[in-house]
């Protein structure tokens, strides 16, 4: 299968030596944790017959035992090969390796076998058999099989390497097809005013007049038989949807959408998805027809049809089953220090609040929301004002993280398409899904619609919200993306994006993905006429009962994870497009975006993003603690290693103001700083209905100042910890909000109150199966799991079953006594000689890069007096940290509290030999710095 969208898919990694002006011998790679079956019977305690797993940042797989196989499906030239392994075992009984090809009648044929010498089980030596492997041409299975003594070998790769010294053939040549020289022209649905022609227009160097549904036929020949891939040489002014496909046996066998080259005659080759599979050498009807929203479409030059391998069986051998292996999140672009965000910065939410009377001594660096205008963004002088407005702002020393839009950007989209309907959001009953939370806006004559991440216009879109941002002087780039598209199919007052473009797409993406007998088995007897929307009114549903089933993954509607990996992917490619646009012009700025790694249907997987922005919710309806339901994103955000830069819902602050209760939000700005992230200053806050509210800045100067005057202590910063909490994305894909799962909210009080200092580990969803890095997992000494665990893939399973020692169940009871035992291990609270590890959280973190700065205690008061949100302060408050708790031993401590003079702690010993420091007067938020 050639692939020519980027959709994640995972396959047997072949790599074959690249054709040249050499003879060469076929080589075949195969990465052993990529089996496609396995089985085997010896009782090992594992709950799959082989288990993979990654160790010196390789995946290999383990828990081999006699009898034990694996199977892997190849396409080879054929002949005779030799094979050569990558193995290690600690066994010295002889434990072999035979392998067996599956004939065409089913039998598997042993090719011999090979003994593995004495080793080690994960110091893998290559071992190379005497015998030799016959392989037919084409497709095959082969079997890896285990004989000898109970216990076997762990196995790496294996490559095979041809015997057969092959002439490389003649490269074949594009086919080329010259859109004038049609045989036949017509149209598909009705005509089009103004369109003259029927069909299309013949030019001497191409067509004109394309109307959508225009058609042409051609006669091509292909002297090569195999796959082939398409792409279209076209013009258009059209910033409507406009595409092109192409249809062979009256099937469509590639299409796209394309986007608008300036001119009509104005030519821009465009790559068609899909996969053109010519059985045999000879001449076919080729038709190319035009298709989309827009009625009129584009002028053509050329058809060209590029020759991409010898395959000429099924076009669409997609596994199935993505993610069979392990992934890891890539680590974020290293940006100059210079440039980076740091963990004590202080943002006023808005530019303007910099002026408001009494802010200016918060030691702010910057603005996090700068917003371009919201109108006429295309008129140099409206903007020219902005531009100004930006610099002035700079001319302070302060840093201004301008912003692009998904939703409060409508204007500007109309602005840029002139006509939007046609690239919004559409329900399943074919409405349009305008952005209703923002209130009725009309513009131009058009609604709030909702824009789809499919739109063919949404990249070129983007890029030129990025020439506006970058027209200014601005410091960092934020989108805020919390209302792309994606996330339509899981809010249950939206309803689903089924728009014509979409549903290509989904088709697109489903014929990548699936077999036919695959697809047939999801209900899809024929992927090339399939419709989602149609498929779903076909089983009964409509907008309301969709929107009951996909609030959540497991609400029961056919194909919905599907539904939502394919959205994801596609936001995630498109925007990786604008991210590349971004850093074609400027490759060290910040790039950020209103997404969390517990929203597992947003764009995180990108090293482009380098920190995170929101809106998120503080529950402030509970008025009594600390929130604990935020610790998922500052877990989260620290987990990817992304600087989480965020402010309240105006919800939140408006049961504030509805309470006269503005110190509770000290509560959230410590909780943030405390766990690396940043919390925005509230000043002049929109809280809805009510208008503006300034909660006063009295309220919280001393915090501000307090981050301010601690940066040393916030900077580089990461969380000490000796505990993982396993959290699937599939289980926040299973929730109602953002947040993760009730679950995982369970489990981060419990940990939290308990003082148990500890990572949020990140497994990905079947969709994108991403897992912790091994150096991840080996640092840590406990792995806590809990009622999310069901929601992990086999594979993850199977890694988090490797450190079995090491992995304790909340939810079992005889896990109970070793977890509270982990609490002798950590750091503890007493307040006036009362334990008090859920009243104060004792949050220790150290230096990510320099082993010699001091080691850090953040200290949180969580408790609130319900009825104005203050914190009460607290007298006698002794933390214990026990010996070897950190890497060196604690020498002298030094304590700071908002507004206070810093003062040196004494140290003291308690009876376990825990070094003991002392705080009084502890209010919201404190700091214990540790020399060692």
């Known amino acids: 299968m050639i692939r020519k969208r980027s959709f994640l898919s995972t396959s047997i990694a072949l790599s074959l030596a690249a054709f040249g002006a050499q003879a060469y011998a076929e080589t075949i790679s195969v990465e052993a944790e990529l089996f496609d079956n396995f089985g085997g019977t010896f009782d090992d305690g594992q709950p799959n017959p082989v288990t993979i797993y990654t160790t010196n940042g390789q995946g290999a797989i383990s828990y081999v035992n006699?009898?034990?196989?694996?199977?892997?499906?190849?396409?080879?030239?054929?002949?005779?090969?030799?094979?050569?392994?990558?193995?290690?075992?600690?066994?010295?009984?002889?434990?072999?390796?035979?392998?067996l090809v599956k004939s065409n009648n089913g039998e598997w044929q042993s090719q011999g076998t090979v003994a593995v010498p004495l080793g080690s089980w994960d110091n893998f030596q290559p071992l190379t058999a005497s015998h030799t492997v016959t392989l037919p041409a084409g497709n095959s299975t082969v079997r890896l099989h285990a004989i000898g003594p109970n216990w076997q070998w762990n196995l790496e790769s294996f490559k095979l390497t041809s015997n057969t010294i092959t002439n490389p053939t003649d490269p074949v040549n594009d086919v080329v097809v010259n859109l004038e020289n049609f045989t036949n022209t017509g149209?598909?649905?009705?005509?089009?005013?103004?369109?003259?022609?029927?069909?299309?227009?013949?030019?001497?160097?191409?067509?004109?007049?394309?109307?959508?549904?225009?058609?042409?036929?051609?006669?091509?020949?292909?002297?090569?038989?195999?796959?082939?891939?398409?792409?279209?040489?076209?013009?258009?002014?059209?910033?409507?949807?406009?595409?092109?496909?192409?249809?062979?046996?009256?099937?469509?066998?590639?299409?796209?959408?394309?986007?608008?080259?300036?001119?009509?005659?104005?030519?821009?080759?465009?790559?068609?998805?899909?996969?053109?599979?010519?059985?045999?050498?000879?001449?076919?009807?080729?038709?190319?027809?035009?298709?989309?929203?827009?009625?009129?479409?584009?002028?053509?030059?050329?058809?060209?049809?590029?020759?991409?391998?010898?395959?000429?069986?099924?076009?669409?051998?997609?596994?199935?089953?993505?993610?069979?292996?392990?992934?890891?999140?890539?680590?974020?672009?290293?940006?100059?220090?210079?440039?980076?965000?740091?963990?004590s910065s202080v943002f006023y939410t808005y530019p303007q609040n910099s002026n408001l009377a009494a802010f200016n001594d918060f030691g702010a660096d910057g603005a996090f929301w700068g917003h371009m205008p919201e109108h006429d963004l295309y008129d140099n002088s409206v903007l020219s004002t902005w531009i100004n407005d930006v610099q002035a702002y700079r001319n302070k020393g302060l840093e201004y993280i301008a912003r692009g839009e998904f939703d409060w950007g409508f204007r500007w989209f109309t602005e840029y398409t002139g006509d939007p309907t046609s690239h919004w959001v559409r329900t399943l009953d074919g409405d349009i899904v305008t952005m209703s939370f923002m209130g009725d806006f009309m513009y131009q004559g058009y609604p709030n619609g909702w824009l789809s991440n499919h739109s063919p216009v949404f990249v070129d879109y983007f890029k030129s919200q990025v020439d506006a941002l970058l027209s200014a002087n601005v410091s960092h780039i934020m989108f805020d993306s919390q209302t792309s598209s994606t996330r339509s199919t899981d809010m249950n007052q939206f309803g689903g994006d089924f728009s014509t473009m979409a549903m290509d797409g989904f088709r697109a993406y489903m014929r990548d993905k699936y077999t036919t007998a695959q697809l047939a088995a999801k209900g899809i007897n024929n992927i090339n006429n399939f419709n989602y929307r149609d498929f779903l009114i076909s089983a009964g549903y409509n907008h309301t009962t969709y929107m009951a089933g996909a609030n959540r993954i497991s609400g029961g509607v056919p194909l919905f994870d599907d539904f939502i990996y394919f959205n994801r992917e596609v936001l995630n490619e498109k925007m990786a497009e604008v991210f590349d646009y971004i850093r074609s012009k400027d490759a060290n700025i910040e790039i950020g975006a209103t997404t969390a790694i517990s929203e597992a249907r947003g764009y995180i997987f990108d090293k482009d993003l380098t920190f995170l922005a929101g809106e998120l919710a503080m529950n402030s309806a509970v008025t009594n603690e600390m929130p604990i339901s935020i610790i998922t994103h500052l877990k989260g955000a620290e987990a990817v290693d992304k600087t989480l830069v965020y402010f309240p819902y105006p919800w939140d602050f408006a049961n504030l103001y509805d309470r006269n209760s503005p110190a509770l939000a000290r509560t959230w700005i410590a909780q943030s700083y405390a766990m690396g992230a940043i919390f925005s200053i509230p000043a002049n806050i929109w809280i809805g209905d009510a208008g503006v509210w300034s909660p006063g800045a009295d309220n919280y100067r001393d915090l501000y100042q307090f981050a301010d005057n601690n940066s040393n202590l916030l900077d580089g910063y990461d969380a000490y910890s000796k505990v993982g909490l396993v959290a699937p994305m599939m289980a926040s894909l299973d929730a109602t909000w953002i947040d993760g799962s009730n679950t995982l909210q369970g489990s981060i009080r419990t940990l939290i109150e308990s003082n148990l200092n500890f990572d949020l580990l990140v497994f990905g969803d079947p969709g994108h199966p991403v897992v912790p890095t091994q150096a991840q997992l080996d640092s840590l000494q406990t792995i806590i799991v809990d009622g999310d665990r069901k929601y992990l893939t086999d594979g993850q399973n199977a890694l988090v079953d490797a450190y079995d020692g090491r992995v304790l169940d909340l939810n079992d009871n005889a896990d109970t006594a070793a977890i509270n035992a982990l609490k002798a291990n950590h750091i503890s609270v007493t307040v006036n000689g009362a334990a008090a590890d859920a009243t104060v959280t004792a949050l220790s973190r150290v230096h990510e890069s320099n082993n010699n700065a001091p080691y850090v205690v953040q200290l949180l008061n969580r408790p609130v007096n319900p009825s104005n949100g203050v914190t009460p302060v607290l007298g006698t408050v002794k933390i214990a940290i026990p010996q070897g708790y950190f890497p060196e031993g604690v020498t002298t401590a030094k304590v700071h509290l908002p507004g206070k003079n810093s003062v040196n702690a004494n140290i003291t010993n308690n009876a376990q030999g825990d070094s003991v420091i002392t705080v009084n007067n502890l209010g919201v938020w404190g700091i214990i710095e540790l020399a060692h």
């Open 66 to 99: 006699a009898q034990d196989f694996v199977d892997y499906d190849i396409t080879a030239n054929g002949g005779e090969y030799t094979i050569e392994y990558m193995v290690g075992t600690s066994v010295a009984a002889n434990p072999t390796i035979e392998v």
């Open 187 to 343: 149209k598909t649905g009705a005509a089009v005013a103004g369109d003259s022609v029927v069909g299309f227009g013949q030019t001497s160097q191409g067509i004109n007049f394309n109307t959508v549904g225009d058609y042409g036929d051609y006669s091509v020949t292909f002297d090569t038989a195999g796959t082939y891939s398409a792409k279209v040489s076209v013009g258009t002014t059209v910033q409507a949807q406009v595409g092109a496909e192409v249809l062979l046996n009256n099937t469509v066998v590639a299409s796209e959408y394309l986007s608008s080259t300036g001119g009509w005659d104005t030519y821009q080759n465009f790559d068609l998805n899909g996969d053109i599979v010519i059985p045999s050498a000879g001449t076919y009807t080729i038709r190319l027809r035009s298709h989309g929203a827009a009625n009129w479409q584009w002028n053509g030059d050329e058809l060209t049809f590029v020759y991409e391998s010898n395959e000429t069986g099924n076009a669409n051998p997609g596994t199935g089953n993505p993610g069979n292996g392990e992934i890891h999140l890539e680590a974020p672009l290293a940006l100059p220090a210079n440039r980076q965000i740091e963990k």
